[in-house]
Nanobody, 115 residues
Framework: QVQLVESGGGLVQAGGSLTLSCAAS????????MGWYRQVPGKQRDMVAI???????NYADSVKGRFTIARDYAKNTVNLQMNSLKPEDTAVYYC?????????WGQGTQVTVSS
């Protein structure tokens, strides 16, 4: 299993920016996918952005043009730059890593956007 440490959540006003970071521990498996999901109470966890080891990026329609995902292969980290934040972006954001056959989740970090 891969240990994931997230940082960067917090409270921001609408229109503001935040950057989420996730650091993955060393693993003997190849990390194929890194990314971020988010969840609000009572709803399913939804994909926000993912990046593959071929640098293919996939974004949820609701964040396209506002969020940018980037991966540092040397440091085993993935960042999510979130701009033009909206109140509907409020959620717990989870780091997501697929390493070999295993799916790993971070502990979650709260992002709250006030109107």
């Amino acid at each position: 299993q891969v240990q994931l440490v997230e940082s960067g959540g917090g409270l921001v006003q609408a229109g503001g920016s935040l950057t989420l970071s996730c650091a993955a521990s060393r693993t003997s498996f190849s990390i194929n996918v890194m990314g971020w999901y988010r969840q609000v109470p009572g709803k399913q966890r939804d994909m926000v952005a993912i990046i593959t080891n071929a640098d293919n990026r996939n974004y949820a329609d609701s964040v396209k043009g506002r969020f940018t995902i980037a991966r540092d292969y040397a440091k085993n980290t993935v960042n999510l730059q979130m701009n033009s934040l909206k109140p509907e972006d409020t959620a717990v954001y989870y780091c997501y890593v697929v390493a070999g056959p295993h799916t790993n989740w971070g502990q979650g970090t709260q992002v709250t956007v006030s109107s």
